[in-house]
């Protein structure tokens, strides 16, 4: 419960005058990227039980999140895979709309600050919302979970605390907002993204290095602006596959105290 408290805490209260800005035109004082500030939530909990009496202490903690003692294959799947997906994507968007994806504006989003390149956008995907959530995810609630459920049932728990974690950013982010009834498949691609997750993950002997790639190149390929219809939908259903097929494999995989 501290985790999530510190994790829901930290990120609600950094996104509370933006949607108070958005919904109520309250003009509160935010600072610049302070959507982007609201992602290291999970971080800050997951650091705040390992600081305390009886965790494991921060710097094992980090030594086993950013460990390269994973067979080194791990960082082509987590890379190849999403590659992968943005390829179907590609040639999904070129069937639907008759034209493929402007390659000089691909993985570009307003979200950060204008002039952005896609290098400089996916680093800041990887050094927010790549740590500062997959520390907290993956990182510390989902080896704890596994410690007395299958790792399917863990990432689908995850998966839950994960939605309701987005919540307040349907109030005032524009990516969420125009979701819709969207928001139905958006759960449903994020539900089976955390068991891909689970399983990147747990195969990396919990380092975190391959989940944060994996989920970079996601974000990059699926939040860019002229991404949000076919390509972010083609992904999200080639996710949804792609864990399906995973589902009885990490069934078999009981509680590991």
């Known amino acids: ?14 996104w509370l005058p933006l949607l108070a800005n958005r919904q109520l035109a309250a003009n509160l004082p935010v600072l610049p990227g302070q959507f982007y500030l609201g992602s290291f939530g ?3 909990g997951a650091a705040v039980v390992e600081l305390s009496p009886g965790g494991k202490g921060f710097s094992a903690w980090m030594k086993t999140l950013f460990s390269f003692s994973f067979p080194r294959r791990w960082l082509l799947i987590s890379s190849g895979l999403p590659l992968a997906y943005g390829c179907i994507a590609i040639l999904a968007h070129r069937l639907v709309t008759g034209s493929f994806p402007d390659m000089h504006r691909f993985g570009l989003t307003s979200d950060p600050p204008a002039g952005f390149n896609i290098w400089e956008t996916s680093l800041v995907w990887m050094l927010t919302f790549g740590i500062g959530e997959e520390s907290g995810w993956r990182g510390f609630l989902l080896p704890e979970l596994y410690r007395s459920r299958s790792l399917f049932a863990s990432a689908l728990i995850v998966a839950a605390i994960w939605m309701l974690w987005h919540l307040p950013a349907f109030w005032f ?6 979701m819709g009834f969207g928001v139905i498949g958006w759960g449903i691609s994020l539900a089976y993204g955390s068991v891909v997750l689970a ?6 002997r919990w380092s975190i290095i391959p989940v944060i790639i994996w989920h970079v190149i996601f974000d990059t390929l699926t939040a860019s602006d002229q991404a949000r219809q076919v390509m972010a939908m083609a992904c999200s259903m080639l996710v949804i596959l792609h864990g399906i097929v995973l589902m009885r494999k990490l069934g078999r995989r009981s509680a590991h105290p």
């Open 199 to 204: 399983w990147i993950c747990a195969e990396s």
């Open 1 to 14: 419960m501290l985790f999530l408290s510190v994790a829901f805490g930290f990120t609600w209260i950094c």
């Open 42 to 44: 999970p971080l800050v």
């Open 173 to 178: 982010n524009d990516n969420y907002l125009g």
